[in-house]
């Protein structure tokens, strides 16, 4: 589907470009344009109303499908924009829900996604069908109530209900945790989306799961043996803003890292310094989130055939080629011992 890129220029700038490029690609969205606001935000559109009308035109006359916000919108904004712009408008938030719903490969997964989309769904829906049956029927406005509460009570109810079943699955996946714990290590493989976590773990076990050129292709934690008694664990990546909502629903997946008994942390040479300690400060805020900070950890960085060496102690490594595997399974092996 054709689709634009709407953001404000504001810090990080062309690294929030790139990564929202990324997933738009990934979501499957072919991105003709972006629009760029150098002011600052607005409340109604997030952008102001000339650019809004300067995204009507273009979209008009190239049959754009899709605007896609790399700021985060509220349910007032999103109502506002597409009334304006008579196409769906999405932001960050509703994208990687999409691109998490492309990948999720398990009912786990799904109902990870079906549960962030409809905590986020809740005000709009509130605010959708309240307007809706206010301008339908003028002077009704108690019925008008009564349907948006039955709908909002149907949401906690779907909610409550996928609540309890995500509660079994974690249930299950920490008896699993605990039985391979008592039958060996686990070393997990942590690190920002797209860095190479799952061709190290391919690489390093032969495992062949799923490696692309995409972000969030892992989204449920996968474990492989390394040697006798010591597991692998491949995660789902990490992003810089990911909204607590998803943090919170895919919390099970991250809870398995803090009991691990290492942490590779694995980092991107081919990143630009800036990025590098970016995508490093999020890895470490995310690990304290899910207090993992008493695991011990390991750096890795990954890719040293399209990229530099960097300042700090990291044990070097391409996993597409091969180089240094060997050498980082015995640290490893030895770190473990
Ligand atoms: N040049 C180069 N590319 C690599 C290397 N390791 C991985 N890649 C590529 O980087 C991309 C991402 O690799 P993945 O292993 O899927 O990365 P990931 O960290 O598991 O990503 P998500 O699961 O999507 O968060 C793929 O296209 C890999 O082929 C490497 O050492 N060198
Ligand atoms: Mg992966």
Same mark, same amino acid.
């Given at each position: 589907m054709k689709s634009v890129i709407v953001m404000l220029k504001e810090g990080e700038f062309e690294e929030r470009k790139e990564e929202i490029g990324m997933l738009a690609k990934t979501g499957g969205y072919a991105v003709l344009?972006?629009?760029?606001?150098?002011?600052?935000a607005r409340a109604k559109f997030l952008v102001g109303k000339g650019k809004v009308e300067e995204i009507h035109d273009f979209i008009k006359s190239h049959k754009v499908g899709l605007v896609i916000f790399e700021n985060y919108l509220n349910s007032r904004q999103i109502m506002s924009l597409e009334r304006e712009l008579r196409v769906p408008?999405?932001?960050?938030?509703?994208?990687?829900?999409?691109?998490?719903?492309?990948? &999720?490969g398990s009912r786990e997964a799904q109902l990870q996604i079906e549960l962030a989309r409809l905590n986020r769904n809740i005000p709009y829906i509130k605010m959708a069908t309240g307007i809706r049956v206010r301008t339908d029927h003028p002077g009704f406005g108690s019925s008008g109530e009564y349907i948006v509460r039955s709908t909002i009570a149907n949401i906690h109810k779907r909610i409550k209900k996928i609540e309890g079943e995500l509660e079994k699955y974690s249930k299950r996946t920490r008896e699993q945790a605990e039985r391979r714990r008592k039958k060996g290590k686990i070393v997990s493989i942590v690190g920002y989306t797209n860095v190479g976590k799952?061709?190290?773990?391919?690489?390093?076990t032969g495992a062949g799961k799923r490696e692309r050129d995409e972000l969030f292709t892992t989204l449920k934690s996968k474990t492989a043996a390394l040697s006798e008694g010591i597991f692998l664990m491949d995660t789902i990546g990490f992003i810089r803003n990911l909204p607590h909502e998803l943090v919170y629903a895919f919390r099970a997946t991250l809870e398995e890292i803090k009991n691990s008994d290492l942490i590779l942390?694995?980092?991107?040479?081919?990143?630009?310094?800036?990025?590098?300690?970016?995508?490093?400060?999020?890895?470490?805020?995310?690990? &304290?989130?899910?207090? &993992?900070?008493?695991?011990?950890?390991?750096?890795?960085?990954?890719?040293?055939?399209i990229g530099k060496s960097k300042e700090g102690e990291y044990v070097p490594i391409s996993a597409k080629h091969g180089t240094g595997i060997e050498e980082l399974k015995q640290e490893i092996i030895e770190s473990l011992g």
């Amino acid at each position: 589907m054709k689709s634009v890129i709407v953001m404000l220029k504001e810090g990080e700038f062309e690294e929030r470009k790139e990564e929202i490029g990324m997933l738009a690609k990934t979501g499957g969205y072919a991105v003709l344009e972006h629009f760029i606001q150098d002011k600052r935000a607005r409340a109604k559109f997030l952008v102001g109303k000339g650019k809004v009308e300067e995204i009507h035109d273009f979209i008009k006359s190239h049959k754009v499908g899709l605007v896609i916000f790399e700021n985060y919108l509220n349910s007032r904004q999103i109502m506002s924009l597409e009334r304006e712009l008579r196409v769906p408008v999405i932001d960050k938030y509703d994208l990687i829900l999409n691109v998490f719903e492309r990948h &999720a490969g398990s009912r786990e997964a799904q109902l990870q996604i079906e549960l962030a989309r409809l905590n986020r769904n809740i005000p709009y829906i509130k605010m959708a069908t309240g307007i809706r049956v206010r301008t339908d029927h003028p002077g009704f406005g108690s019925s008008g109530e009564y349907i948006v509460r039955s709908t909002i009570a149907n949401i906690h109810k779907r909610i409550k209900k996928i609540e309890g079943e995500l509660e079994k699955y974690s249930k299950r996946t920490r008896e699993q945790a605990e039985r391979r714990r008592k039958k060996g290590k686990i070393v997990s493989i942590v690190g920002y989306t797209n860095v190479g976590k799952t061709t190290i773990l391919n690489a390093l076990t032969g495992a062949g799961k799923r490696e692309r050129d995409e972000l969030f292709t892992t989204l449920k934690s996968k474990t492989a043996a390394l040697s006798e008694g010591i597991f692998l664990m491949d995660t789902i990546g990490f992003i810089r803003n990911l909204p607590h909502e998803l943090v919170y629903a895919f919390r099970a997946t991250l809870e398995e890292i803090k009991n691990s008994d290492l942490i590779l942390i694995v980092m991107d040479a081919s990143d630009s310094d800036e990025e590098f300690q970016r995508k490093k400060d999020i890895c470490e805020i995310t690990l &304290a989130k899910i207090e &993992a900070l008493d695991v011990p950890v390991m750096y890795v960085l990954n890719k040293i055939d399209i990229g530099k060496s960097k300042e700090g102690e990291y044990v070097p490594i391409s996993a597409k080629h091969g180089t240094g595997i060997e050498e980082l399974k015995q640290e490893i092996i030895e770190s473990l011992g």
